[in-house]
């Protein structure tokens, strides 16, 4: 078992927000049982997404996206019903005003996440990551649950840590997708419709540990570690540096739902050749 800001889980993996949808959710945990789901990211009205392309497939386990935030709203939420999986809601909005209507609707699940980071919907996710300790402190305010602040690979990253935490974040979702471009150079447009898009993937996994790993070795907080994790040896990386949950995105987009057991059957297996657990793991890379 693992303890996260007081909640325990049976074991580190999770599924990352966007990828399941509320309708889902329930067939998912069944049939997978990860620790948990993160919903994706519900604002206070329905979004809809960008025009497509919102997903293209760049290099082998690197994806570009651009859903931006579609979302059927935070009211739907109450058509999840539990199993045995928790469930992490993924909140955003546009407004600090909005992301408190929000949470004050969130009336199931263990955790909150905040999302701060998304780069794909201009107002929203990272366009009011400057105003993290305004948020947390508000949210702190409104719930009981755990609040966590999903944040993005930034050059900034400790300073904005910094402000979750001291504003009472009970821990941090490390990384969000990193903003990239493709260019057609046959018509030299731009591919995804938006114009930009989030890199997720194999391509981005050292960047997520070497942020988990600085901001853990400042501030030893909970976190919640992403980012091209495709094999048990990945998450076992993010763990080492200090996360103690691990979340799985892009391969499931890339090789299906089946990829989390057969990363978690990788993960037990490490453990019992080296005669380790979990709680063994978790932050030992920075300790050293």
């Not at 938006?194 to 981005?204: D, M, P, R």
């Not at 992403?226 to 499931?252: C, P, Y």
Request: hydrophobic share 40%; aromatic share 6%.
């Amino acid at each position: 078992m693992i303890n996260l800001a007081g909640i325990l889980f049976k074991d580190p993996i999770i599924i990352s927000s966007g990828i399941v949808t509320l309708s889902k959710i329930q067939e998912v945990c069944k049939n997978y049982s990860p620790s948990a789901i993160t919903t994706k990211t519900l604002t206070l009205n329905p979004l809809n997404p960008h025009d497509p392309p919102t997903l293209v497939k760049f290099h082998d386990k690197c994806y570009l996206n651009a859903i931006g935030l579609g979302n059927p709203g935070i009211d739907e939420l109450k058509k999840v019903n539990k199993e045995e999986c928790k469930l992490i809601v993924s909140v955003g909005g546009s407004s600090i005003d909005e992301i408190i209507e929000v949470v004050k609707r969130v009336d199931r699940g263990e955790i909150i996440e905040l999302n701060l980071s998304s780069p794909n919907r201009k107002g929203y996710g990272e366009s009011l990551a400057s105003y993290v300790y305004e948020v947390v402190k508000n949210v702190k305010g409104i719930t009981n649950k755990p609040v966590f602040v999903k944040l993005g690979p930034w050059d900034n990253i400790i300073e904005i840590a910094a402000r979750a935490i001291s504003a009472g974040a009970d821990g941090l979702s490390l990384i969000n997708t990193v903003k990239g471009m493709i260019i057609d150079v046959e018509t030299f447009k731009k591919v995804m419709h938006y114009g930009t898009g989030g890199i997720s993937g194999k391509c981005i996994h050292p960047l997520a540990v070497r942020i988990i790993h600085d901001v853990y070795k400042e501030y030893n907080v909970d976190i919640i570690g992403m980012g091209g994790v495709f094999s048990g040896i990945d998450a076992i990386e993010l763990m080492a540096v200090g996360a103690k949950l691990v979340g799985l995105g892009t391969v499931i987009i890339d090789e299906g739902y089946s990829s989390i057991i057969r990363i978690r059957k990788e993960m037990e297996e490490y453990l019992k050749e080296k005669g380790l657990k979990y709680s063994d793991i978790i932050g030992v890379a920075v300790k050293k």
